[in-house]
């Protein structure tokens, strides 16, 4: 939010208990920013996609960076975050439109 007026939450419990995510999807068209988030889990045959969350390019730009904030907060609290597996940062990602079954050949 551009300006600091205080605003007012109510979050429902079934909302409060959240979702838990290892995998996160993101997608993109010129108006919009999909993110979807999923759980991929041992002895489960494929991710399930738990949430999607659709916001404007400027939005995700805000959410990019209150997030790059709070991990740097975090870190500099806890220690640095070591991600592992030999991933550069930025790694690890891809498009959903590079797979067969999303791709613009279907």
Same mark, same amino acid.
């Given at each position: 939010?551009?300006?600091?007026?205080?605003?007012?939450?109510?979050?429902? /419990?079934?909302?409060a #208990?959240?979702?838990? $995510? +290892?995998?996160?999807?993101? *997608?993109?068209? @010129?108006?919009?920013?999909?993110?979807?988030?999923?759980?991929?889990? /041992?002895?489960?045959? #494929?991710?399930?996609? $738990? +949430?999607?969350?659709?916001? *404007?390019?400027? @939005?995700?730009?805000r959410?990019?960076?209150?997030?790059?904030?709070?991990?740097?907060?975090?870190?500099?609290?806890?220690?640095?975050?070591?991600?592992?597996g030999?991933?550069?940062?930025?790694?690890?990602?891809?498009?959903?439109?590079?797979?067969?079954?999303?791709?613009?050949?279907?």
């Amino acid at each position: 939010m551009a300006d600091n007026k205080e605003i007012s939450l109510e979050i429902k /419990p079934e909302i409060a #208990k959240g979702n838990y $995510s +290892n995998l996160a999807i993101i *997608t993109h068209s @010129h108006s919009e920013f999909i993110i979807d988030f999923a759980t991929m889990l /041992p002895g489960l045959p #494929k991710p399930e996609i $738990s +949430n999607r969350l659709v916001m *404007t390019p400027e @939005h995700a730009k805000r959410l990019l960076n209150a997030l790059m904030d709070n991990v740097t907060k975090y870190e500099s609290q806890f220690g640095l975050i070591d991600i592992g597996g030999g991933q550069q940062q930025g790694g690890g990602t891809f498009n959903l439109g590079d797979l067969p079954q999303f791709g613009k050949n279907n």
